[in-house]
């Protein structure tokens, strides 16, 4: 059974730095790895989707990896701003499209 | 591109009660997807529609929770009858095939919040 995890389940940082999110997954039979972002009280919001065959994916000051040998993405975010505050979930999902797991998240505060 | 649309967005009912929820995916979508959100919780998934017809319900409390779409565009979830431990947030999401193959990206609606008391 595929099991997530996200390190840290909270950070806070000083507006500016540059930052780290970790997960972890514990079957490497992925067929993609979506990052989400969710503000409280509203929904998902897809940031990047990676393909299993894919090693990384970039959108503006985000840059997600992804090594499916060992199980572990990371979600690097540049110069974070106060706006960036928001709990960020990994999920992946099995092959075929099936068995979408999520991670329990990251919940980010950036403080100006 | 209009999104995910779910409805209500807050529902409050006492324990014993029914209750139903509304999804309306994005047009084309083939795929259709209900989540459980428990406070500090990614969302667990419920059950997952591929057109009409169901593809993985693993996860689903089949002797309280029902789900349907019958003509493969939007859903229904019902709770009957409801217990606290329902209390969460009901999400639904929809994904397509991308142009070089499945890349079943998902998007997700703003959610049901149920409070069951």
């Known amino acids: 059974k595929q099991e997530v995890t996200q390190i840290p389940a909270a950070l806070s940082v000083p507006e500016g730095e540059n930052l780290v999110l970790n997960c972890s997954f514990t079957?490497?039979?992925?067929?993609?790895l979506q990052w989400f972002r969710q503000d409280p009280g509203k929904g998902l919001t897809s940031l990047l989707l990676i393909q299993s065959s894919q090693r990384e994916q970039t959108s503006g000051r985000l840059n997600a990896s992804l090594d499916k040998s060992s199980g572990r993405s990371t979600l690097y975010i540049a110069a974070s701003q106060p706006g960036d505050s928001a709990t960020y979930l990994c999920?992946?999902?099995?092959?075929?499209?099936?068995?979408?797991?999520f991670g329990p998240g990251t919940r980010l505060s950036v403080l100006p | 591109e209009a999104g995910v649309a779910q409805s209500p967005r807050y529902k409050i009912i006492e324990k014993r009660q029914s209750v139903a929820f509304w999804c309306n995916p994005i047009s084309g979508h083939a795929t259709l997807y209900w989540y459980q959100q428990i406070l500090g919780q990614g969302p667990k998934l419920l059950i997952q529609?591929?057109?009409?017809?169901?593809?993985?319900d693993s996860q689903l409390p089949k002797d309280r929770f029902s789900a349907e779409r019958l003509k493969g565009v939007d859903s229904t979830l019902k709770i009957q009858p409801a217990k606290l431990e329902d209390s969460a947030v009901y999400l639904c999401?929809?994904?397509?095939?991308?142009?070089?193959?499945?890349?079943?990206?998902?998007?997700f609606g703003p959610g049901t919040r149920l409070t069951v008391t």
């Open positions: 079957d490497s039979a992925i067929y993609n």
């Open positions: 999401a929809s994904s397509s095939k991308g142009l070089a193959g499945s890349s079943y990206e998902q998007y």
């Open positions: 999920a992946v999902t099995g092959n075929y499209g099936q068995n979408f797991v």
């Open positions: 529609f591929q057109n009409n017809g169901v593809v993985d």
